[in-house]
T-cell receptor
Framework: DTAVSQTPKYLVTQMGNDKSIKCEQN?????MYWYKQDSKKFLKIMFS???????INETVPNRFSPKSPDKAHLNLHINSLELGDSAVYFC?????????????????FGPGTRLLVL | AQKVTQAQTEISVVEKEDVTLDCVYE???????LFWYKQPPSGELVFLIR??????QNEISGRYSWNFQKSTSSFNFTITASQVVDSAVYFC?????????????FGTGTRLTIIP
């Protein structure tokens, strides 16, 4: 059973289109994340959600909108796609960042979605 | 702001050689966590190890070992008797404890190639 899954694995689309990437985790985790990996392999966090509540929103264009229908799912919707959005997008999940747990919970990543904007 | 530096962009070694991947971090927090992830050519990110700032004991797992030294802010990763399957990009990452606002900061990665 896949712990963190993402669909689709590959996404090729035209500039200006709107697309969504779905993420699901079956680990029972409370926190989910979206990361972007650029062509130089640099990984940077975009968003994090804890129990469906937005916790982290890095400097990301507002064309990117995460949505969490429940704590097992965190989808990423991208409007008006641009060439610079081409990247690999990773979803991840971890246990709740409870104060008494001390934080630093391990994040488990999905397989990634390779987005190519033409 | 926290920062992770992996100065080695690419390393190539012949199979069965030992290799060490360097990781140096910067943080102002006293409680933090360090991680290593492996990204093989297939593209997924595989968790390898988590270490908290209060535990400086070195860890060994099979052919993998990690050396954490707070004095030099380093968390280096050694692969002993390397194998072709070890070829991958390896990322070091830092997580600071900040309740309600926790995130991983990744280094730029080291691409390791094991030559058969």
């Amino acid at each position: 059973d896949t712990a963190v899954s993402q669909t689709p694995k590959y996404l090729v689309t035209q500039m200006g289109n709107d697309k969504s990437i779905k993420c699901e985790q079956n680990l029972g985790h409370d926190t989910m994340y979206w990361y972007k990996q650029d062509s130089k392999k640099f990984l940077k966090i975009m968003f994090s959600y804890n129990n469906k509540e937005l916790i982290i929103n890095e400097t990301v264009p507002n064309r990117f909108s995460p949505k969490s229908p429940d704590k097992a799912h965190l989808n990423l919707h991208i409007n008006s796609l641009e060439l610079g959005d081409s990247a690999v997008y990773f979803c991840a999940s971890s246990q709740e960042m409870a104060l008494q747990r001390g934080g630093g919970e391990t994040q488990y990543f999905g397989p990634g979605t390779r987005l190519l904007v033409l | 702001a926290q920062k992770v530096t992996q100065a080695q962009t690419e390393i190539s070694v012949v199979e069965k050689e030992d290799v060490t991947l360097d990781c140096v971090y910067e943080t102002r927090d006293t409680t933090y966590y360090l991680f290593w992830y492996k990204q093989p050519p297939s593209g997924e990110l595989v968790f390898l190890i988590r270490r908290n700032s209060f535990d400086e004991q070195n860890e060994i797992s099979g052919r993998y070992s990690w050396n954490f030294q707070k004095s030099t802010s380093s968390f280096n990763f050694t692969i002993t008797a390397s194998q072709v399957v070890d070829s991958a990009v390896y990322f070091c990452a830092l997580s600071e404890r900040s309740f309600g606002n926790e995130k991983l900061t990744f280094g730029t990665g080291t691409r390791l190639t094991i030559i058969p």
